[in-house]
Nanobody, 123 residues
Framework: GQMLEESGGGSVQAGGSLRLACEAS????????MAWFRQAPGKMRERVAT???????TYGYFVRGRFTLSRDTTKNSLILQMNRLRSDDTARYYC?????????????????WGQGIQVTVST
């Protein structure tokens, strides 16, 4: 089965909100950092938000207070609440995990990935 499975994507109008969830298998525990990345067509995969093993949350520069990342260690899940969505937030969003600290690490440093989920924001 999947180690990471995303849910909650979909279509929304600009200014709206979406909540993405990532369920992690039992193999991924508190010693793992977890993150959301996104990739739009023709663009590189970019980091949206990370929570590392110390519980510190960091965000990509473009978030600018619009998104909130939270981790529920009892349910082994990662939640990304996205508010004030813009058309340039349209992308496929991926949940990722790696063992150890990760605050600003890029995509290539994460060995575990979900399949991704589409987010489409229309004007």
């Amino acid at each position: 089965g999947q180690m990471l499975e995303e849910s909650g994507g979909g279509s929304v109008q600009a200014g709206g909100s979406l909540r993405l969830a990532c369920e992690a298998s039992g193999l991924i525990g508190p010693e793992f950092s977890m993150a959301w990345f996104r990739q739009a067509p023709g663009k590189m995969r970019e980091r949206v938000a990370t929570v590392d093993t110390g519980g510190i949350v960091t965000y990509g520069y473009f978030v600018r207070g619009r998104f909130t990342l939270s981790r529920d260690t009892t349910k082994n899940s990662l939640i990304l609440q996205m508010n004030r969505l813009r058309s340039d937030d349209t992308a496929r969003y991926y949940c990722a995990a790696r063992e150890g600290p990760a605050a600003f690490l890029p995509a290539e440093d994460y060995p575990y990935w979900g399949q991704g989920i589409q987010v489409t924001v229309s004007t």
